[in-house]
């Protein structure tokens, strides 16, 4: 049996018009959720991301104030969402800035509640002296559009950093 043009054999295959739109129109419907849940992962991530990077300069500044010897002070400012590093004491008037302002990962992170029990009442600072305690109490790590809250706390008899 020949086809049209005289060779013998299956004739030529091919996709339809119909089939192309459906296959184009199936990739971009698995881009856009691909897009979608990446988009979720990266806000996720941004959120974990600052508090683990909070906890890490906290528990640098109890390892300077033990080194040096003498008081490390992690400062937080919740208007603008950054925390400062300071040689000293939070209440001290003399305190020297040594890093910062540092800024959360994302604008949808947040700071929120910082609080800490000093000798001069609640701050929104936290003092790791050179025996390597602390003043204590705890900060928030919060984003917007998640009901999940990171809780960074500082025991103060230890001055040991968790992130609950």
């Known amino acids: 049996m020949s086809n049209a043009d005289g060779n013998s054999g299956p004739p030529d295959g091919g996709f339809t018009l119909v089939e192309v739109l459906i296959a184009i129109a199936l990739s971009g419907l698995m881009a856009s959720l691909a897009i979608a849940g990446y988009s979720s992962w ?3 991530s941004a959120h974990i991301g600052t508090a683990r990077e909070v906890q890490t300069t906290m528990r640098q500044a109890q390892q300077r104030a033990v080194t040096e010897g003498r008081a ?3 400062w937080f400012t919740t208007a603008s969402d950054t925390y400062t590093v300071y040689r000293g004491a939070c209440e001290a ?3 020297q800035k040594l890093t910062g302002p540092h ?3 994302s604008s949808d992170v947040e700071l929120s509640g910082p609080s800490f029990a000093g000798s001069s009442g609640s701050s929104a600072g936290v003092t790791f002296y050179a025996r390597g ?3 204590a109490g705890g900060v928030n ?4 559009g998640s009901t999940k809250v990171y809780r960074l706390t500082v025991e103060g008899l230890t001055g040991r ?3 609950v």
């Open 133 to 135: 305690t602390a003043t």
């Open 42 to 44: 990266a806000r996720s």
């Open 103 to 105: 800024h959360t990962a």
């Open 161 to 163: 950093v968790s992130l």
């Open 72 to 74: 490390t002070c992690v």
């Open 141 to 144: 790590v919060i984003r917007s």
């Open 93 to 95: 008037t003399t305190k």
